[in-house]
């Protein structure tokens, strides 16, 4: 392929590179969606550049509104990359120079690299999928808070190794999927104030030399500050992979959930039925309603933590400063990024319109003995060694196993054969609701806590009750 005229590089050069170096190279294909950012950055720049001395006004005054032309353009599709150009920056440089003229657009590139200027899109892009995550999961955060606050007061089953373990609120349960939420919202928080310094002006590797003023341009892009050195500015990516990772706990966490609605969803357990509008059929087996959007969540989770190893693969072991290989960065964040897109708006859905079945829940609230717990600390209370309590009550377990009835059913005479502590006031812990409300410690399942840190998470959120 011949070299493009436009090319921002080939002075040094015989030839233009094959087609298949070209083709290598190219990452217009997947930077282009950055091309707002690079013109938000390119219109910070010609200022720097003027009040550097290096652009008159009238330049100024051109380019400016060639800058303001040509974002109108990009926005409506109606300027566009050649294919064979390598990058967003190169496209643009020629739809700069094609709207002002090449006398002003030839003077665009002093003081700045393309290194600096990919650094800096690459943050703004984040800063601002950032946003977008952090109203998704404000909005999932609702959506678990307004379920658990609908069925406030239903028991179901709490487990440990997926075995029945102890009964639990189900209100309980769903806020617990949103505290890991909440977490990632503090992690985006603390993100934003490493990301919001600009690393423009630190040009190919070691800063400029025309005395630009570089706060004005971070200024301009709202970053908070500047980076404090330029070799670390334009080769870390520390930043991508940290965002990375807070966008694969974003999926790790749904992907938790998810497998629990596919379970909860089974003729086996019946907790819960998805709405038609959330569900996909067969296209064999009539009868079929699959569970999609919770089984697309665990698998796309799969998918956001392969493109965070793989960038950090990528980063392993790259000496200072750029190097070609950070090219690699931005389609593993990007496909991150679109995939979350995808999946929440569908996940939210598919929370706020899941319906569950209250008698079923309660129906199997303390299957498999899980009040035992509460009989050995009852015994615990009446002054019995906790470990004396355990094995009291592993032996009426064991017994009621063999005769097949429940820890509430014995004789008087049963209960004094397995332990004379076993007193008939055993019978009045022996219920679900005494169970539940027991636990009035902190961030416990019984109906005050439970509406309590509904209470924080309706804070947290800002959102009132719906
Ligand atoms: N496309 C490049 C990237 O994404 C932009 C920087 C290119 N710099 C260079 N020296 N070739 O990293």
């Known amino acids: 392929m011949a070299q493009s005229n436009d090319a921002l590089w080939g002075g040094r050069f015989a030839t233009g590179p094959a087609d298949a170096m070209a083709a290598l190279s190219k990452s217009t294909h997947f930077d282009w969606r950055l091309a707002l950012y690079d013109l938000r950055g390119t219109a910070a720049h010609i200022k720097d550049l003027n009040q550097a001395g290096l652009l008159t006004d009238e330049e100024l005054a051109v380019l400016d509104k060639a800058v ?127 990301a919001k310094k600009s690393p423009y002006g630190s040009a190919a590797l070691a800063g400029n030399s025309f005395g630009m003023d570089v706060d004005m341009i971070a200024q301009e892009l709202g970053f908070s500050s500047t980076t404090e050195n330029s070799l670390d500015a334009t080769s870390s990516r520390d930043l991508v992979a940290e965002f990375s990772f807070i966008l694969s706990l974003v999926a790790i966490d749904l992907s938790r959930f998810a497998e629990e609605i596919i379970a909860w969803a089974t003729l086996d357990f019946g907790y819960l039925r998805l709405s038609d509008e959330f569900s996909t059929g067969s296209s064999m087996m009539p ?29 392993k072991a790259l000496p200072l400063a750029y190097n070609r290989d950070l090219q690699e960065d931005k389609e593993p964040l990007f496909d991150s990024v679109d995939s979350l897109a995808l999946l929440m708006p569908a996940f939210i859905g598919m929370v706020r319109t899941m319906e569950f079945d209250r008698s079923r829940l309660e129906a199997t609230a303390t299957d498999g003995y899980s009040l035992a717990t509460d009989v050995a600390e009852w015994l615990v209370k009446q002054g019995v060694a906790f470990r004396e309590a355990h094995e009291i009550t592993g032996q009426l377990v064991q017994f009621c196993e063999q005769k097949g009835a429940g820890l509430q059913e014995l004789s008087d005479e049963e209960y004094q054969g397995i332990s004379r502590h076993l007193k008939p006031e055993i019978r009045k812990v022996l219920t679900l609701s005494s169970s539940i409300e027991s636990k009035t410690g902190p961030g416990g399942t019984s109906s005050k806590q439970v509406i309590e840190q509904l209470v924080q998470l309706r804070k947290l959120t800002g959102k009132g009750k719906k």
């Not at 190169?90 to 094609?98: D, F, M, P, T, V």
């Not at 950032?130 to 678990?144: H, N, Q, R, T, V």
């Not at 079929?288 to 980063?315: M, Q, Y």
């Open 287 to 315: 009868q079929k309603k699959n569970p999609d959007v919770a089984e697309l969540a665990r698998g796309k989770s799969g998918r956001i933590i392969g493109n965070l190893t793989g960038l950090l693969a990528t980063l």
């Open 68 to 194: 303001k032309e040509l974002a109108k353009r990009v926005e409506t599709g109606s300027f566009k990359p050649r294919a064979e150009e390598e990058d967003v920056h190169a496209a643009l440089e020629r739809g700069l120079i094609e709207i002002a003229g090449n006398e002003a657009g030839a003077k665009v590139r002093a003081g700045r690299s393309r290194n600096d200027q990919i650094a800096t899109l690459i943050r703004l892009y984040m800063l601002d999928a950032a946003d977008a995550l952090e109203s998704w999961l404000l909005d999932y955060i609702d959506a678990l808070s307004s379920k658990a606050e609908e069925y406030m007061g239903v028991s179901m089953a709490g487990r440990t190794h997926l075995q029945h373990a102890q009964p639990i609120l189900l209100s309980h349960h769903l806020a617990a999927h949103a505290w890991p939420q909440v977490r990632n919202l503090q992690r985006i928080e603390d993100f934003r104030k490493r």
